[in-house]
């Protein structure tokens, strides 16, 4: 998932006119809700899912294929962008409450969760969310301290012909980005700086290109495409390992697939009419094919090119040292855009804490009293508050160090795949369709609908187990902060 889905995720709406717009050729420029007309199409509404979803997920798909070898592997690949095709089709339906054309509009994934299943459900989504963008910041601070370790290596590798192993511990590194998170964590709504998600995409499609290239470039030399119809064998892995492995990799697939969240939020961009549900099916469509086939060449160069010892992380784990300088590239942009990223996904948790916190203790001076510091070159002072600087200080701390603890790329990103996939890829979408097209209980469409839930809550589960055995089983071996790589 790319950072643009958290930020429209997390954006606050904006003021809706309380007044009767009338019906004069002046006011042609608003929406029914008092909003200034909306101007989005397919292409722009393809556009943006394409740009929110290719993120660092895309780095872990060989790896994954390799786990499930050339049948399994894009078979299930295929199997997750058709259920996450279908169920963004049941959410498009989702935008407006009631009647497809004129009813109320949803402006986020929770306003629809919200207004069509009510507070219990919302309750849930929320936590499970929250949840989930945590696990995200931490997941996210190992992938840029292991690209951080990869520029390093790559540039004494080069240095040494070879000759050096170039290990070193991914602490310093993680301490780097943790104390850099800090800072920009005072920034108040980072998220919301426009330039952001323009620069988050442009690194997305440059280093997932450069792993691309590179393992097309990998697949000439060797002359051969490597690689099973099983996967890893037996021997090279125990067959233990082999079966946590291949529930692990559903995971792996699972988070590059889980962005059904944006949706709502980008079909909130497209103009009527047509009704945006139709337009919104459209774009999901296509930005969906597209993606699936950009996943499928990057998973399936980088499984051809390594075979069983494809890596966790296409751009660090293996012998692409020459030319270095494409990989210290790719890996500064990998380092960039998880710099930012890290923030627009943990603003909406910031924003959470300090707004129950303030409702909590309203007359509380470490809410209440404004702190003010003059920054040079700004011309007004910077303002803030004890609890916004505690706060965002210990979560950026408290994430580092669990970073430190279980630094493993691949197991961090399964959990996050299973823990988002089914609720709020499948469940909750599913749920609200049946709610708002009123599906009568037992009837063949329900039983359907209920039968792909559960089905995709069974392959989440051991994505799930899979992906903590995989965490149980590196910490017998790994020591917290003496393991080097």
Known sequence: MGATAAANNHHQHHQVFDMAVPQQPAFKCFDDDGRLKRTGTVWTASAHIITAVIGSGVLSLAWAIAQLGWVAGPAVMLLFSLV??????????????????????NYTYMDAVRSIL????FKICGLIQYLNLFGVAIGYTIAASISMMAIKRSNCFHKSGGKDPCHMSSNPY??????????????????????????????SFTYSAIGLSLGIVQ?????????????????????????????????????AYSYSVVLI???DTVRSPPSESKTMKKATKLSIAITTIFYMLCGSMGYAAFGDAAPGNLLTGFGFY????????ANAAIVVHLIGAYQVFSQPIFAFAEKSASERFPDNDLLTKELEFKIPGLRSPYKTNVFRVVFRCSFVVLTTVISMLMPFFNDVVG???????????VYFPVEMYIKQRKVEKWSLRWVCLQMLSVSCLVISVFAGVGSIAGVMLDLKVYKPFQTTY
């Open 84 to 105: 996450t095709l279908y169920s963004s089709t049941l959410l498009s339906d989702c935008y407006r409450t009631g009647d497809a054309v004129s009813g109320k509009r």
């Open 118 to 121: 009510g507070g219990f459900k």
């Open 174 to 203: 993680m301490i780097i980005f943790g104390v850099t998170e800090i800072l920009l964590s005072q920034v108040p709504d980072f998220d919301q700086i426009w330039w952001i998600s323009i620069v988050a995409a442009v690194m």
């Open 219 to 255: 697949v000439a030399a060797n002359g051969v495409f490597k690689g099973s119809l099983t996967g890893i064998s037996i021997g090279a892995v125990t067959q233990t390992q082999k079966i946590w492995r291949t529930f692990q990799a559903l995971g792996d697939i699972a988070f």
């Open 265 to 267: 939020e980008i079909q």
């Open 322 to 329: 020459n030319p270095f300088w494409l990989l210290d590239i």
């Open 415 to 425: 959990i996050l795949g299973a823990l988002g996939f089914w609720p709020l890829t």
